[in-house]
Every structure is written in C-alpha cells, then in structure tokens.
C-alpha cells in the first residue's frame, strides 16, 4: 500500500521531536503575543486587578501543556535514541536527538527563575491597598508579567527554537531508503 511507504511508524518516531517542540514553540509564542497585551501601558492599570484571576485559570491550563509537550519532546527524543540509535548515528542525527532531549529539560531550570513572578501574581501581592503599598513598596502584578514574559521569551528562543534540529536532520534521513520502507522502497522527494 502506498500509504505505508509514506508514513511509518519509524518516522512518527523520528519527526514526532520536531512536532511537540514547534507545538511548544507555537504555545510559547501565542503565551507571549496574548500576554504582552496585558502590559501595555494603556492597560495595564485597568488590568493589574484582573491579572491574578486570569493566571489562577490560565496557570493550571498552561501548566499541563507546557509539561505535555516537554515530556513529549524528551521522550520521544529519549525513544528514538534508544530504537533507532544506529541508523541516527550513521545519518549524524543522533547528537540532535540528544541536545534536543536536553534542551527539554533544560527548560525546566527556569522554573526557579519565574515561580517568584507567578506567585506574586496568584497571591495578588500587587494589587495592595494604597497604605500598604507605602508601607511596603513592592511591584505591580504588570511588572511580575513582565518579568515572567521576559523569560518566557528566553527559554522558547534558546530552547525550544534549537529543539526544532532533529526535523530538519529527519528531512534528510527520509530521502534515504532506510526509513521509507514499504513495497517500492523509494526515497521521498
């Protein structure tokens, strides 16, 4: 059947890094784009009272794909190393797979980094009263969405982007009639 010398199980294998990482790089953006709205200064004074609200429903959402689609990435990676390690070795694939699956977890050492920002945001440390603003002076819930867009956009463009390698490797492994199989075994073009 033609169809099975188009799409195996190999390949879904091999691409599916390519896929959940511009999935994750597609969400990062969207997060970055919708968000960046709430900091303009236009809005954002209208807005820092509503920002702790939307994160304690948009946090949990954006928790769970962001953690699916990393895991996605590092196990899919993770499996393909381990199943067909030999032929992404012959190919030079295989440090990709690997940077890949490390750069996938690499973003989870930003958590550190932005779990203050979030916090102060869920816990509405920035829509203080007036007399304890002066008491304590502190940031605005805007200025902690700042901070955590900031490193939003550094982990989806040093990460995520440089996670998006075993694609284009794969796009040279598919011309090989190694992964085509099927009855006519001819390489895709």
């Known amino acids: 059947m033609a ?3 188009f799409f195996t199980p190999k390949k879904a294998l091999l691409l599916a890094p ?8 597609l969400f990062a953006w969207d997060q970055n784009l919708f968000l960046t709205i709430f900091t303009s200064p236009e809005l954002s004074d209208r807005v820092n009272p509503v920002l702790p609200g939307y994160w304690r429903v948009f ?3 954006g928790l769970a794909q962001v953690v699916s689609l990393l895991g996605a990435t590092t196990w899919t990676s993770v499996a393909a190393l381990v199943c067909h390690g030999a032929l992404l070795q012959r190919k ?3 440090p990709w797979y690997v940077a890949t699956a490390a750069l996938a977890v690499g973003h989870l050492v930003f958590v550190p980094f932005v779990a203050p920002a979030i916090k102060y945001i869920l816990d509405d440390e920035g829509g203080m009263s007036k007399e304890r603003k002066l008491a304590e002076p502190g940031s605005r819930n805007v200025d902690m969405q700042e901070r955590w867009l900031w490193f939003n956009r550094k982990t989806s463009l040093n990460l995520e982007l440089n996670s998006q390698q075993p ?4 796009l040279d492994i598919s011309r ?3 992964i085509v199989g099927g009855a006519t075994n001819l390489p895709i073009r």
């Open 18 to 25: 390519f896929v959940s990482s511009t999935c994750s790089l």
């Open 59 to 61: 946090f949990p959402r």
């Open 3 to 5: 169809s099975g010398a």
């Open 92 to 94: 030079g694939a295989w």
């Open 167 to 170: 694609g284009k490797v794969l």
């Open 176 to 178: 090989s009639t190694e």
